[in-house]
């Protein structure tokens, strides 16, 4: 069985799914089968709620401040298990509860997820991965025709919720690209951050 829970560089990771409406150029789930102190995380089958509960409370959260829904896959296409596994976190661990997402999951439900999230999360960190449609769809070819645009709807959204939210982009894009995409950031009043890609 594939790990749900897994640490890396001391932060404690929840490997909900390995689906996604998303096929990234640079996806870890390429190259490897496993990030961290897992195994594989590679599901035969997506993990029930009970079961994402018992990886819980199997686990020793002393010493981490934040729970991140990551993984091999998006964490929103789980959305019913996220939103009542996050919520069972927080109220019997008392820990923080970060998303890291594609930002496509009210496109992939064809509703506004945010209120949904808002009742479980604390902060939203959104792949933005380019600065503009163009790149964007050649670097992460989602399912939807119009994924640039929804992307930013919904960390407009996020951002008008109250929710903590970020894009994030690769440090191995090109520096105009990160400044580029810096400034969208700072446009829509999000905040910004350059992740190390593995
Ligand atoms: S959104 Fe994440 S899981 Fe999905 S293809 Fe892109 S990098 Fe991989």
Same mark, same amino acid.
């Given at each position: ?7 890396? #560089? ?25 990030? $961290?102190? /897992? ?44 939103? /009542?596994?996050? #919520?069972? /976190? ?5 820990? #923080? ?7 496509? $999951? ?23 991965? /380019?600065?503009?449609?163009? #790149? ?12 640039? %645009? ?8 996020? %951002?008008?919720? $109250? ?18 995409? %810096? ?16």
């Amino acid at each position: 069985m594939a790990d749900i829970l897994y640490t890396y #560089k001391n932060e404690v990771y929840v490997n909900l799914t390995n689906k996604c409406d998303c096929s990234c150029t640079f996806c870890i789930r390429s190259h490897k089968d496993a990030v $961290g102190d /897992a195994d594989t995380l590679w599901h035969r089958k997506d993990p029930s709620l009970a079961e994402v509960e018992q990886a819980m409370n199997r686990f020793d959260f002393e010493g981490y401040e934040e729970l991140v829904y990551c993984g091999y896959g998006e964490p929103t296409c789980a959305l019913d298990n996220l939103i /009542a596994s996050a #919520k069972y /976190a927080k109220e019997k661990y008392g820990i #923080k509860v970060r998303v890291n997402t594609n930002g496509l $999951g009210s496109l992939y439900w064809n509703r506004d997820i945010v209120p949904e999230l808002k009742e479980a999360v604390d902060i939203v960190s959104i792949s933005l991965n /380019a600065p503009d449609e163009k #790149k964007y769809m050649e670097v992460t070819r989602p399912q939807f025709d119009n994924a640039f %645009r929804g992307m930013l709807d919904f960390a407009e959204e996020c %951002r008008n919720a $109250g929710l903590k939210v970020c894009f994030t982009v690769v440090d191995v894009l090109p520096e105009e690209e990160i400044e580029a995409s %810096r400034r969208l950031a700072d446009s829509m009043r999000i905040g910004f951050r350059v992740r190390h890609f593995a």
